[in-house]
């Protein structure tokens, strides 16, 4: 009879071939090599961002980052603030997301909940055609077609009809610049951007509700409606906020198009329909044409801004949708 041999008999080629037999081992393997690849490159553009922003931070430390009214950003005399930038990027992200919340949200639900089967593999597509356009055609149409036909009159009625409000006047002072270039463009076309992104994500979301939920709601007398709003959207909350914050955290490191239709002026005005800069656009416009070593510095400062801001939401926002689908299954089996 054959003697099986002992694991001290064995080589360490043939344990190392044995390991490798079993396809799962190397497939981990691969996996886990690719993801702390992944990691390692997010901390090296950190740290390169970090590294070659040093002369800024130090000549102007944290009032580059303060929220002054007399910010000023002066290539000419080195002095650089980052404030009116920071601003166009909040005000203009966040008027992004307030318009675009409502309507993703209702055409997620109508894709998950309501569209004939016949026609919901068409829209699907339709939505995930929108998200894949390149920022630069949205930003090509925004500043041809949209800025002067949609933005334009639409910033005059809102500063006529708005700006004598006490607490929205300052965000709707006028009047707004012919061509319509201005935040609110920016605003608009980014709330076109995102809504494909947080549509699907959150449609995806209401798919992972398991059927149990949505039986036990109408067995209990529920319309359709009641069990769409009371029970599928606070079930996947979590993972429709992660959508969310996803599609802000676009519109936070959108570049070309916002450059089309901002305006890209760099003035003190609060104003939602005055010209103004992003983040992003400002680097985009004069990393180029930077020619001091400060004036570089500090640009590279505003990305690493960016950086942290856009990665500390996708952080978020990949946890609460996780959060969500790992507790689908558990409860599915209750």
Excluded at 13 to 34: A, C, E, N, T, Y
Excluded at 119 to 124: G, H, I, V
Excluded at 247 to 256: D, I, K, P
Excluded at 260 to 272: A, C, K, P, R
Aim: charged share 10%; aromatic share 8%; hydrophobic share 55%.
């Amino acid at each position: 009879m054959k003697r099986t041999q002992t694991l001290s008999e064995i080589s360490p080629i043939q344990r190392l071939r044995q390991l490798f037999q079993h396809g799962d081992m190397p497939w981990q393997i691969m996996l886990v090599l690719v993801s702390i690849l992944v990691l390692v490159l997010m901390l090296a553009i950190g740290w390169m961002l970090w590294t070659t922003s040093v002369d800024a931070r130090n000549a102007f430390g944290w009032s580059f980052l303060a929220p002054t009214s007399d910010a000023s950003w002066d290539p000419v005399n080195d002095q650089f603030q980052a404030w009116p930038f920071i601003y166009g990027t909040l005000l203009t992200s966040l008027a992004a997301i307030v318009l675009a919340v409502p309507i993703s949200l209702g055409i997620a639900i109508f894709l998950a909940e309501l569209c004939p089967t016949w026609l919901r593999t068409p829209l699907n597509w339709l939505v995930e055609l929108l998200a894949a356009i390149p920022s630069v055609v949205y930003g090509l149409w925004g500043l041809f077609v949209f800025l002067p036909t949609v933005v334009a009159p639409l910033g005059t009625g809102l500063a006529a009809l708005l700006e004598p409000i006490p607490l929205l006047g300052a965000l709707f002072t006028g009047p707004i610049p012919l061509s319509g270039a201005s935040r609110l463009g920016a605003a608009l076309i980014l709330t076109v951007m995102i809504i494909p992104t947080i549509a699907a994500v959150s449609r995806d979301v209401l798919l992972a509700i398991p059927p149990a939920q949505r039986e036990a709601s109408l067995a209990l007398g529920s319309t359709e409606w009641e069990t769409i709003w009371q029970v599928l959207i606070p079930y996947g909350l979590s993972g429709i906020l992660g959508a969310i914050i996803l599609g802000l955290g676009r519109a936070l490191g959108e570049t070309m198009a916002v450059t089309m239709v901002i305006g890209n002026s760099i003035e003190s005005s609060v104003s939602l329909l005055k010209p103004g800069y992003t983040m992003a656009s400002i680097i985009a416009n004069e990393f180029a044409e930077a020619v001091t070593k400060l004036h570089s510095q500090a640009l590279i400062e505003v990305g690493f801004t960016l950086f942290v801001m856009t990665l500390l939401l996708n952080m978020l926002a990949r946890f609460l949708v996780w959060r969500v689908a790992r507790k689908t299954p558990q409860e599915a089996r209750v």
